[in-house]
């Protein structure tokens, strides 16, 4: 570290600056990454990000980096950690973690969780150097913009709350941090529900190029008949000439059988997610 470079928590800093140090830290990353102020709004939110146990990195007065750092009970989650080209290569995102780790040992926290795109092999390595160990496999999916809408009705909107809830009761045990229904509880604007029949629930955003999937549920007692893939092409009629996709936090062999069978092609993205025991 050099004297130029110094960090204050995300509770010290405005989000203008706190998104300025995302974008930078994630210069020329391997998914390229533009942050705004109200979609870093929405990550702290969704992923119970703590502004006392996240930093905002500058070189001299510009911001450079970030860490964020979500909590949930006893869990923690590197949600994100990039540190910019002024102050990439000098060992500083090595000393990042591992102050991390020891900070979440001094809360007591029993496990420290973080994902990382599997073609990032440096930052990969790194993690496995530091103690953290392969858990499994994420995944994504989309429905190219260049299929035929389906023949069906245009998937109606529900409200958000209901929609939440839905999502609550259906989904399934042991997701990722970003896909529980604990990201979703507060849930509000840019996000949208849909259901089908009170058996199929989804919510997405739709304010980008594409229209992605947050969360996907069909209700375990009506499994298999249909009401997911009938959704699923419900909003494909209500979106035509737009692509529908999930991101790659999905547990490997979740959905897998499933998209095949509705036309979904499976992402050539893939992550890892990386598990630290701190008990």
């Known amino acids: 570290m050099t004297s130029a470079i110094s ?3 995300l509770s010290e800093c405005s989000l203008e600056d706190a998104a300025e140090g995302f974008t930078a ?3 020329g990353y391997v998914v390229p990454m533009n942050v705004t102020v109200p979609s870093l709004q929405l990550r702290i939110e969704r992923d119970h990000v703590d502004p006392n146990e996240s930093f905002v990195y500058f070189d001299g007065e ?3 980096g970030i860490l964020l750092i ?3 009970g006893d869990l ?6 990039g540190m910019g080209p002024t102050i990439r290569g000098r ?3 090595r000393s990042v973690m591992l102050d991390a780790i020891e900070a979440a040992k001094a809360r007591g926290d029993r496990k420290l969780i973080l994902e990382v795109i599997n073609t990032n092999e440096r930052a990969r390595d790194l993690y496995l150097s530091l103690g953290f160990v392969i858990t499994r496999k994420l995944v994504g999916f989309g429905r190219s913009r260049k299929l035929a809408a389906p023949d069906a009705a245009p998937g109606e909107e529900c409200e958000l709350g209901r929609a939440a809830g839905m999502l609550a009761r259906f989904a399934d045990t042991d997701l990722t941090w970003q896909t529980e229904p604990r990201s979703f509880e507060t849930a509000g604007p ?3 529900g849909f259901t089908f029949g009170g058996k199929a629930v989804a919510l997405l955003d739709d304010t980008g190029r594409h229209v992605r999937l947050y969360g996907l549920a069909v209700d375990p007692a009506h499994r298999r008949q249909g009401f997911g ?3 699923i092409d419900a909003l494909a009629a209500r979106y035509p000439g737009r692509r529908l996709f999930i991101i790659e936090n999905v547990p490997e062999g979740l959905l897998d059988r499933f998209m095949r069978r509705i036309g979904w092609r499976k992402s050539t993205l893939t992550q890892s997610e990386m598990v630290i025991d701190l008990a």
Do not use: N
């Open 91 to 93: 060992g500083f995102g």
């Open 25 to 27: 830290g994630f210069s």
């Open 62 to 64: 510009k911001p450079a």
């Open 70 to 72: 979500g909590r949930r």
């Open 229 to 231: 893939r009938s959704l």
């Open 190 to 192: 840019p996000l949208k």
């Open 76 to 81: 923690s989650r590197v949600g994100a950690i």
């Open 7 to 9: 960090y204050r928590r």
